[in-house]
């Protein structure tokens, strides 16, 4: 099917994209890498008046770290992150880039657009909300930072305000005895997941953990910190009980909707499982270890 009738406009920078979205107003929609927008326009169930495209702004698509920061500009495509030795170097990171969708879609998404548009089945809201990060954009009122904690707000919902556009993605890369796995279990590539965890745990020595992030991606409206489940860790030796235990309150945490993908206890029992998963991914990483995380297909 044809998407209604639109008039494309080509942004020169970030600046003219913000100025056009907050004049065009409401029916306006920015294209980023337009994985989901395209075919959201093609079944007709979104109808922009105007598409601002941002794929011709220059100098928006570096991946590089600096001052113990990863910086990703906003048009980083997927499979430019998943190549990214920098991103590699936090294998959480490396773990989501690399099994998003299938390669087409990879190597037009771009992690801007995934964040902005605030999917609750998407990849990186779960994986960046393990990490201390910020999202940093631009708009009418000039530039602004957001953490990642304060961006998603609900569903399809961000903080962004009207006219403003991600310029980038700060990640505070993990320092000491880290380690941290992302592990998502779909049924093929190009859907999007039934179900992920991701981790990101800061070790005290081998065994006993300082600090544990733990976010269950897909069974809620947004992105959940399960926070009773890394309460369950923090200060603790890290054994297959305590795993257990805090796999066990991941579950609780969760909060899922029955769907094709599966019933609310499916979903609830996948989210033990993959917690499980991730965790001794992340423990084993922390002490050095290589071990492999990512996507699972059924």
Same mark, same amino acid.
Request: glycine share 10%; hydrophobic share 45%.
């Given at each position: ?41 093609? +079944? %007709? @169930? ?6 601002? &495209? /941002?794929?011709?702004?220059?100098? !928006?698509?570096? $991946? ?5 920061? +990863? %910086? @990703? ?6 499979? &430019? /992150?998943?190549?990214?030795?920098? !991103?590699?170097? $936090? ?208």
């Amino acid at each position: 099917m044809y998407p209604h009738a639109f008039r494309y406009h080509r942004a020169a920078s970030l600046e003219e994209a913000a100025s056009m979205i907050a004049e065009l107003g409401e029916d306006a929609k920015l294209l980023a890498g337009g994985q989901s927008l395209i075919p959201l326009m093609k +079944l %007709r @169930l979104s109808s922009p008046s105007h598409l601002v &495209d /941002l794929n011709f702004v220059p100098g !928006v698509s570096y $991946i590089h770290r600096a001052n113990g920061d +990863l %910086r @990703l500009g906003a048009m980083a495509r997927h499979a &430019d /992150l998943a190549a990214s030795a920098a !991103v590699r170097a $936090i294998p959480l990171l490396h773990d989501c880039a690399a099994g998003i969708a299938d390669v087409q879609v990879r190597n037009r998404g771009t992690i801007g657009g995934s964040l902005a548009e605030a999917d609750p089945s998407g990849d990186w809201g779960a994986a960046l909300l393990a990490l201390p990060a910020e999202v940093r954009c631009v708009g009418p009122a000039g530039e602004r930072s957001i953490s990642i904690s304060d961006f998603f707000l609900d569903a399809y919902t961000t903080a962004l305000a009207p006219g403003e556009v991600v310029r980038e993605i700060l990640v505070h890369v993990p320092q000491g005895a880290a380690g941290g796995a992302y592990v998502a279990f779909k049924r093929c590539a190009p859907v999007y997941a039934t179900a992920s965890v991701a981790t990101q745990l800061t070790m005290n020595d081998r065994a006993t953990c300082r600090e544990a992030h733990i976010v269950l991606g897909c069974v809620g409206l947004t992105a959940i910190r399960a926070r009773t489940a890394e309460d369950e860790l923090a200060g603790k030796e890290l054994n297959s009980q305590t795993i257990a235990r805090a796999a066990e309150a991941a579950m609780a945490a969760a909060d899922p909707q029955p769907d094709m993908r599966g019933s609310v206890g499916y979903k609830r029992t996948l989210v033990g499982s993959l917690t499980r998963r991730a965790l001794e991914a992340a423990l084993r990483r922390s002490q050095g270890g290589a071990v492999q995380g990512g996507h699972i297909y059924a």
